[in-house]
T-cell receptor, first 113, second 109 residues
Framework: NAGVTQTPKFQVLKTGQSMTLQCAQD?????MYWYRQDPGMGLRLIYY???????DKGEVPNGYNVSRLNKREFSLRLESAAPSQTSVYFC????????????FGEGSRLTVL | DQQVKQNSPSLSVQEGRISILNCDYT??????FLWYKKYPAEGPTFLIS?????DKNEDGRFTVFLNKSAKHLSLHIVPSQPGDSAVYFC????????FGGGTRLMVKP
């Protein structure tokens, strides 16, 4: 009963390095999301995918790219990491967007030195 | 400019008493309002929601109130239990889900 699974859970990068956060869901969700959580800022939407094959920018997309590889998987890529991207990242899925009920993964803590 | 705001970063309540968490919003076009609960080292989990056409929704110990004229949302937990200690996020949806900054609730035994 995995739900939404994110890897890795922890990562330390140096400025300028690249990495990809992986997310997979087994709940047959149509839409998937990447959020970042920073103290006092709540969760801010980076990118989302309303359905397989589509992706759209959220509130804070700069410095990130995403890929909706198939219905199950939605990855987030940092091409050139910056200290401002130090954060906790959450992937989430939903059957639709109408009621706002999302199912979140456990989070990935990223530190950029 | 934050469209959804939680002005109290923390709240401490005695076990058995009522916890009231507040949230203000600026966009009158939001369709649904939600509360999420988050424990340390876990992802947020959905708690309760309310449609913009309602003013109250109740689920067990949790009740959400919506005051559209004041653009204000509140979550009442009665009675509060130590296991309710967590960070609570309010959120609102209009095309995408927008979260407030969170309120840390501590319920003391």
């Amino acid at each position: 009963n995995a739900g939404v699974t994110q890897t890795p859970k922890f990562q330390v990068l140096k400025t300028g390095q690249s990495m990809t956060l992986q997310c997979a869901q087994d709940m047959n969700h149509n839409s998937m999301y990447w959020y970042r959580q920073d103290p006092g800022m709540g969760l801010r939407l980076i990118y989302y995918s309303a359905s397989e094959g589509t992706t759209d920018k959220g509130e804070v997309p700069n410095g990130y790219n995403v890929s909706r590889l198939n219905k199950r998987e939605f990855s987030l890529r940092l091409e050139s990491a910056a200290p401002s991207q130090t954060s906790v990242y959450f992937c989430a899925g939903a059957h639709g967007l109408d009621t706002g009920e999302l199912f979140f993964g456990e989070g990935s803590r990223l530190t950029v030195l | 400019d934050q469209q959804v705001k939680q002005n109290s970063p923390s709240l401490s309540v005695q076990e058995g008493r009522i916890s009231i968490l507040n949230c203000d919003y600026t966009n009158s076009m939001f369709d649904y309002f939600l509360w999420y609960k988050k424990y340390p080292a876990e992802g947020p989990t959905f708690l309760i929601s309310i449609s913009s056409i309602k003013d109250k929704n109740e689920d067990g110990r949790f009740t959400v109130f919506l005051n559209k004229s004041a653009k204000h949302l509140s979550l009442h937990i009665v009675p509060s239990q130590p296991g309710d200690s967590a960070v609570y996020f309010c959120a609102a949806i209009r095309n995408m889900l927008t979260f407030g900054g969170g309120t840390r609730l501590m319920v003391k035994p």
